[in-house]
């Protein structure tokens, strides 16, 4: 039974380290052990749990410019799935810090565009949510006057023109 508690304790303070990871943590790591590495470090931890992973996309999502300089870093090392998530979280950003998404975006970058992030690569559980992010997107990126700005405001347009109704099961 000791052995046992023991074991939780020692796994615990992993877990609590995992979510300190600072954006000039990952940085450094990334210099050190390329984007690939990393990112499937980040999404293997926890036996495939992607504790850590989910922790680093959350921040992402949250749109400060450090962690969107981590997720413009980490973009080379990404599969398809890992991919999806980042698209998401830079789209979830835009409503808090559009001008930082758009500084991130570069056409040369094959996932990092302004037509994969501007067109809403979320997934919200509802429609309400969907509907906030929406809003509040166009909303914020209607305030940047750029050519960038215009664009990706143009690109959240035609999605929302062509978009089908809510249904979270697809």
Known sequence: MKYLIALIFMSFPMTLQAK???PAQIIQMINDKGARRVVAELYANDS????WWNHVI???GKGSQEWLVVA????????????EDLKAA???AIPHNPAGVLAILKDDKPLLTIEQVCAFANFPQ????SNKLIVDSIREMFKIKNPAGKR???VMIETVEHSVPFDKDI
Request: hydrophobic share 30%; glycine share 10%; proline share 0%.
């Open 20 to 22: 300190s990871y600072t």
């Open 48 to 51: 495939g749990g992607s504790e």
């Open 58 to 60: 959350l921040e992402i």
């Open 72 to 83: 413009s870093e980490l973009e080379s090392g990404v599969d398809a799935s890992t991919a």
């Open 90 to 92: 830079l789209s979830e």
């Open 126 to 129: 509802t429609e309400a949510e």
């Open 152 to 154: 990706c405001l143009a």
